[in-house]
């Protein structure tokens, strides 16, 4: 009667019980479709482990849960040519064209992709739907822009704004 058991952590765990954000959703389904046969890193922290402890950074699991406060991307995809690093959100937003500048910067010090070195660098911003302002912006930075629009989003935006002028409203 001894069993081994194990707890496989995950970044988003799958099941029908999880509380999911809409971007995280359309985030999902979209790798799915596109990226199928990809090595998709949800999560990941990127860059070099900034906290430490004075020698011991000789121990990759202290190293490891160090990683825990470095910043990350909603993805890291590895395709066979290039590494994508993707910022998610259902609404437009500029923000994210800075947030996804950051991440590419911390990428080539990520322990976990240096086994990738010859691929190219490549940054996605993933929207429900486009702006006429923020898609060029991030297209004259260098990042690809690709709105994914799936059937379940319509009522999530009428849900969703619907219910911020009833609160607003009150």
Not at 19 to 24: D, H, K, L, N, W
Not at 47 to 76: E, S
Not at 148 to 170: Q, V
């Amino acid at each position: 009667m001894s069993e081994t058991l194990t707890i496989t952590p995950t970044a988003i765990p799958d099941g029908a019980r999880r509380r999911v954000p809409a971007s995280t959703r359309m985030l999902h389904e979209w790798a799915k479709l596109t990226h199928a046969n990809d090595q998709i890193f949800y999560e990941l922290k990127l860059g070099p482990t900034a906290q430490h402890v004075i020698g011991k950074l000789d121990d990759p699991k202290l190293v490891n849960m160090l990683r825990v406060t470095n910043w990350y991307a909603d993805a890291t995809i590895v395709t066979e040519n290039e590494i994508l690093v993707v910022e998610a959100a259902v609404a437009p937003n500029p923000g994210k064209i800075s947030q996804l500048e950051h991440y590419r910067d911390l990428v080539l010090d990520t322990p976990l992709l240096k086994d990738y070195p010859s691929r190219a660098l490549g940054m996605v911003l993933l929207f429900g739907f486009g702006d006429s302002a923020i898609v060029p912006r991030a297209q004259l930075r260098g990042i690809r822009v690709e709105i994914f629009t799936p059937a379940w989003l319509h009522e999530y935006l009428i849900t969703r704004n619907f219910h911020k002028r009833y609160f607003a409203l009150s």
